[in-house]
């Protein structure tokens, strides 16, 4: 085990190459798990044995190298599994394989706490493991349906199916590239070296510039020179003038010489100028080149994610992943993590039938989800498809006209393809009540605002009881972008074309006053306008200050969201290199990145998707906006319904200490007292309970008039299917398991719902 006193430095190299070689490792076991289920290669069975035997080997002595105690155990659990199978020359069971994908995610979260500094209990992964070692490890299928004359090395190369469908691969072999592992902290050195090499390049440039203009003065006195000399020739002047000519001749020809070298100066800066502009820009692409990683690195784990899913609902699940060996900026593979996870749970919640259900629609029993990713130019396209139920846009238009994103009055000429925009808007599902997996409408919100994050754009087609597809297309890398250079007060700013839908300036005559402040019109479309001054919180003009009679705007969207940002003044689009930010400035949620002028300047880069989300929640009136959350939170009142104390006591504290006024009732009647007299901003109820249960109670309040738009969170260890149900028939907006409830995701829920 590593001295943990090393010197951070060196330990953080170690953290950084492990976490590479982590990940490497994982995937290699995880293309073995598929080839070993999928019989994808028959005959080379045995070496796949040995591939993640010696993997889950590697993790092991690595990890307890440099003192991850947790992983390494699980690590060693599933090299003993996999020794037995290697050993006994047989195919893995299918419990093996599943719970093989179990340990994989374990490993990653074991590693994640470990950086972190959380504690991660392993024993749970660890006793699954050893209770799986006592157990028969291969494959019945195979022993049953080969020759027991035959070796076991003959069951797993020839006892395999034969003929085998393209489309049944659940994933790609990785490339075999081998790739150089080179720490961050080395590439944040060498971009360090860059910006350097730009200032060298800066002033060069300058002293170019200078010595031009050296040049043209030296050739305005030997002009004037000339002409004076024609001048006394043709006068025809004295023997002193003449001798006064010949002086200045000499004095042309001198600074005719100077003239000569300067411009030789001037030719050897141009070129040096245009060699380091060459140097710069090539290193900048190595650069670059070694910051992309696979795109298998974020692909793989969805795996293990679909197998763990389509066990919890039931429903049979065929992932097909086509990577076309394309490889990322590391931080755009961050970005797409979390989008990638939701859209599976989507696919395999929202889209994805049951077997039963799909055999009566006439489709084959295994619902099919594919990924393909396909390299366009300097960007990458990402087709996530399922044929499932496909997207209702009828429901999609209801649930946003519910939480009053959009007005039914305004809805009513919307094409298909804006009525399905609004299922990337937060809070909007077809869900009919929310549970711990889905229905909170924060699914493909999170995915549009993440891929637009980065310059990226999202589009969605769906056909009823056919499937969906949703495009994901974004850049190669997160350094290169275009923005349009602004003024607000005395401070200049960028902001991502990618995110700017038009620059317009209007007379004072051509913005209307409204109820929520100010709007103007875009093709027929009213757009609301902010001043960005104070979104970023500038001071407010002296009311003196001279008034124009032109605003310059900025319109930026956010998906169907339209916002106008006034700002003083537009300077202009240019292409820029965004750097990230360092501490404390990488907190600002409006800020993400900086870039540097030809100048040398840095000029901080907005972020416009917190640009829309602040212009929405505040009014157009320059001092006025809404209360905080926390003063919004401390005005709510949640009222906890449930007869253990234990548990009222729990979730009071937990809504207590995000600043929230907490009832409490014992059952379903009192429950019910409690919410006719008090202004009650949310319920919690358990549903077995003495007198009036939570399902009755639920009933009781989505029945009176006065009471039905409170939201109703059912926290109960009933899982069923069947109660689940009736939740949803009852009226609740929420249903959390208590086997499968996280404090976290309660707050959540309660903060969408209300």
């Keep these: 085990m590593i001295d943990m006193d090393i010197d951070p430095k060196i330990f953080q190299q170690l953290i950084d190459t492990f976490t590479l070689e982590l990940e490497e490792q994982l995937q290699l076991i995880t293309q073995g798990l598929v080839k070993l289920e999928k019989n994808i290669d028959p005959k080379g069975a045995e070496t796949t044995l040995h591939s993640i035997f010696r993997s889950a080997h590697n993790i092991k002595g690595s990890s307890r190298g440099i003192g991850i105690v947790e992983l390494g155990e699980i690590a060693h659990k599933l090299e003993n599994v996999f020794q037995k199978l290697r050993d006994e020359k047989s195919l893995p069971s299918k419990e093996v394989v599943d719970v093989s994908f179990e340990a994989l995610e374990a490993m990653r979260k074991a590693f994640a706490a470990f950086?972190?500094?959380?504690?991660?209990?392993?024993?749970?992964?660890?006793?699954?493991?050893?209770?799986?070692?006592?157990?028969?490890?291969?494959?019945?299928?195979?022993?049953?349906?080969?020759?027991?004359?035959?070796?076991?090395?003959?069951?797993?190369?020839?006892?395999?199916?034969?003929?085998?469908?393209?489309?049944?691969?659940?994933?790609?072999?990785?490339?075999?590239?081998?790739?150089?592992?080179?720490?961050?902290?080395?590439?944040?050195?060498?971009?360090?070296?860059?910006?350097?090499?730009?200032?060298?390049?800066?002033?060069?440039?300058?002293?170019?510039?200078?010595?031009?203009?050296?040049?043209?003065?030296?050739?305005?006195?030997?002009?004037?020179?000339?002409?004076?000399?024609?001048?006394?020739?043709?006068?025809?002047?004295?023997?002193?003038?003449?001798?006064?000519?010949?002086?200045?001749?000499?004095?042309?020809?001198?600074?005719?010489?100077?003239?000569?070298?300067?411009?030789?100066?001037?030719?050897?800066?141009?070129?040096?100028?245009?060699?380091?502009?060459?140097?710069?820009?090539?290193?900048?692409?190595?650069?670059?080149?070694?910051?992309?990683?696979?795109?298998?690195?974020?692909?793989?784990?969805?795996?293990?994610?679909?197998?763990?899913?389509?066990?919890?609902?039931?429903?049979?699940?065929?992932?097909?992943?086509?990577?076309?060996?394309?490889?990322?900026?590391?931080?755009?593979?961050?970005?797409?993590?979390?989008?990638?996870?939701?859209?599976?749970?989507n696919a395999i919640d929202h889209g994805i039938e049951v077997a039963d259900m799909r055999k009566e629609m006439g489709k084959e029993a295994i619902g099919q989800i594919h990924i393909d990713v396909a390299s366009e130019g300097s960007r990458i396209v990402l087709t996530f498809s399922d044929d499932g139920s496909g997207i209702n846009a009828q429901k999609i238009l209801q649930s946003a006209i519910h939480k009053k994103i959009i007005t039914e009055e305004e809805a009513k000429n919307l094409t298909e393809a804006q009525k399905l925009d609004f299922a990337f808007s937060p809070g909007v599902s077809t869900k009919e009540i929310i549970t711990e997996l889905s229905g909170?409408?924060?699914?493909?919100?999170?995915?549009?605002?993440?891929?637009?994050?980065?310059?990226?754009?999202?589009?969605?087609?769906?056909?009823?009881?056919?499937?969906?597809?949703?495009?994901?297309?974004?850049?190669?890398?997160?350094?290169?972008?275009?923005?349009?250079?602004?003024?607000?007060?005395?401070?200049?700013?960028?902001?991502?074309?990618?995110?700017?839908?038009?620059?317009?300036?209007?007379?004072?005559?051509?913005?209307?006053?409204?109820?929520?402040?100010?709007?103007?019109?875009?093709?027929?479309?009213?757009?609301?306008?902010?001043?960005?001054?104070?979104?970023l919180n500038f001071e407010t003009l002296d009311e003196k200050s001279e008034k124009s009679e032109k605003a310059s705007i900025v319109v930026i969207s956010k998906g169907w969201t339209l916002v106008g940002l006034v700002v003083d003044e537009v300077l202009g689009e240019q292409e820029i290199v965004v750097k990230p930010m360092i501490e404390p400035l990488n907190t600002l949620p409006s800020i993400s990145g900086a870039t540097l002028t030809g100048q040398g300047e840095v000029v901080l880069v907005l972020n416009p998707l917190y640009l829309v989300e602040a212009a929405v929640s505040t009014s157009g009136n320059m001092n006025l906006g809404l209360d905080s959350q926390a003063e919004q939170d401390k005005k709510r009142i949640v009222l906890v319904v449930d007869d253990s104390m234990t548990t009222r006591l729990f979730v009071s504290s937990l809504f207590e200490s995000r600043g929230y006024k907490v009832l409490s009732a014992i059952n379903g009647k009192e429950g019910l007292d409690i919410v006719r007299k008090e202004p009650v901003s949310l319920i919690v109820t358990d549903v077995i309970m003495p007198e009036m249960d939570g399902f009755e109670f639920t009933k009781a309040v989505k029945d009176d008039a006065k009471l039905k738009d409170i939201p109703v969170i059912i926290v109960t260890s009933k899982a069923k299917d069947e109660d689940k149900k009736r939740g949803v028939e009852v009226g609740a907006d929420a249903y959390i398991v208590k086997s499968q409830f996280e404090s976290s995701s309660l707050l959540e829920i309660a903060q969408q719902l209300m």
Excluded: W
């Excluded at 793989?300 to 992943?321: D, H, V, Y």
């Design 115 to 345: 950086v972190n500094k959380q504690p991660f209990d392993s024993q749970p992964m660890v006793a699954k493991l050893i209770t799986l070692l006592s157990s028969n490890l291969s494959r019945s299928d195979v022993s049953a349906a080969c020759d027991q004359k035959k070796s076991a090395t003959t069951v797993m190369s020839e006892c395999a199916p034969e003929n085998r469908s393209a489309e049944t691969e659940t994933a790609e072999a990785l490339p075999h590239d081998e790739y150089v592992k080179i720490s961050i902290a080395k590439i944040a050195e060498i971009n360090a070296l860059i910006d350097e090499l730009q200032m060298i390049k800066l002033h060069v440039a300058d002293r170019l510039s200078q010595s031009k203009g050296l040049l043209q003065k030296v050739d305005g006195q030997v002009d004037l020179m000339r002409s004076q000399h024609v001048l006394d020739k043709q006068e025809k002047r004295t023997e002193s003038v003449e001798k006064l000519a010949e002086l200045n001749e000499k004095i042309l020809n001198n600074q005719m010489a100077i003239q000569k070298e300067l411009m030789k100066l001037y030719n050897t800066d141009y070129t040096t100028n245009s060699q380091l502009k060459l140097l710069a820009e090539n290193l900048q692409y190595q650069v670059r080149l070694l910051q992309l990683t696979p795109i298998d690195v974020v692909l793989q784990p969805l795996i293990g994610t679909a197998r763990t899913l389509s066990r919890e609902l039931n429903k049979e699940i065929n992932l097909t992943i086509s990577s076309g060996g394309i490889d990322l900026d590391r931080s755009m593979l961050e970005v797409l993590k979390d989008p990638l996870q939701h859209l599976l749970r």
């Design 440 to 535: 909170r409408g924060v699914g493909l919100d999170v995915v549009r605002t993440n891929i637009q994050s980065v310059g990226g754009d999202v589009s969605l087609t769906t056909e009823l009881n056919q499937g969906t597809t949703i495009k994901l297309s974004l850049p190669l890398t997160l350094a290169s972008d275009h923005g349009v250079f602004i003024r607000v007060r005395d401070s200049y700013f960028v902001i991502p074309t990618t995110a700017v839908i038009r620059i317009v300036e209007l007379g004072i005559d051509q913005i209307d006053a409204v109820q929520a402040g100010y709007a103007f019109m875009l093709e027929e479309r009213p757009v609301p306008l902010r001043d960005l001054a104070n979104i």
